[in-house]
T-cell receptor
């Protein structure tokens, strides 16, 4: 089956620093990748849709300058949380859609970010 | 627009059945169902694309109504491994919106 990896799985950083999260599709090409944020016992909130070779589309209320997304290749998208604050602490999950597939999305294992 | 999912939570005994519903105010392009265990990423269960479609995966199946505004997930003869939070994801314009989730607990 399709596999999506995320790195790192956990990260603790200090307020004011930036953190980069990588999302890779390992055995398929993904024209589109999605970034979600999930709070404890809550649903997944779509942050942005990332298309290879073009600018990401951000959801309303998500700051583009704070959450930088780069989809440089058909297998890699990165999310950089800039100048992180404690309220940015959350579970970040990416998903990828197989370019050849039939629309299902495959999720990465998630990254737990803690900002101290 | 986030789909409306119900119920919020359900507790079952092993072997019992459950139905989880997902509805939208607009006709959808597709409905996806996922199960998430605590601390893990969601796992894809199935996708429905056509109005009136029904699809099954072992003892878990789903339907999509003719108007493509409602989907139901059916879990029959539940097993302990079915425990988790079930999310429906609905698609309109190349993005996925998730319902609030249904927490399913299966007890021995």
């Amino acid at each position: 089956g399709a596999v999506v990896s995320q790195h790192p799985s956990r990260v603790i950083c200090k307020s004011g620093t930036s953190v980069k999260i990588e999302c890779r599709s390992l055995d398929f090409q993904a024209t589109t990748m999605f970034w979600y944020r999930q709070f404890p016992k809550k649903s997944l909130m779509l942050m942005a849709t990332s298309n290879e070779g073009s600018k990401a589309t951000y959801e309303q209320g998500v700051e583009k300058d704070k959450f930088l997304i780069n989809h440089a290749s058909l297998t890699l998208s990165t999310l950089t949380v800039t100048s992180a604050h404690p309220e940015d602490s959350s579970f970040y999950i990416c998903s990828a859609r197989d370019s050849q597939g039939i629309y299902e999305q495959y999720f990465g294992p998630g990254t737990r970010l803690t900002v101290t | 627009q986030q789909p409306v999912q119900s119920p919020q939570a359900v507790i079952l005994r092993e072997g019992e059945d459950a139905v989880i519903n997902c509805s939208s105010s607009k006709a959808l392009y597709s409905v996806h169902w996922y199960r998430q265990k605590h601390g893990e990423a969601p796992v894809f269960l199935m996708i429905l694309l056509k109005g009136g479609e029904q699809k099954g995966h072992e003892k878990i199946s789903a339907s999509f109504n003719e108007k493509k505004q409602q989907s139901s997930l059916y879990l029959t003869a539940s097993q302990l491994s079915y425990s988790g939070t079930y999310f429906c994801g609905t698609e309109l314009n190349n993005d996925m919106r998730f319902g609030a989730g249904t927490r399913l607990t299966v007890k021995p």
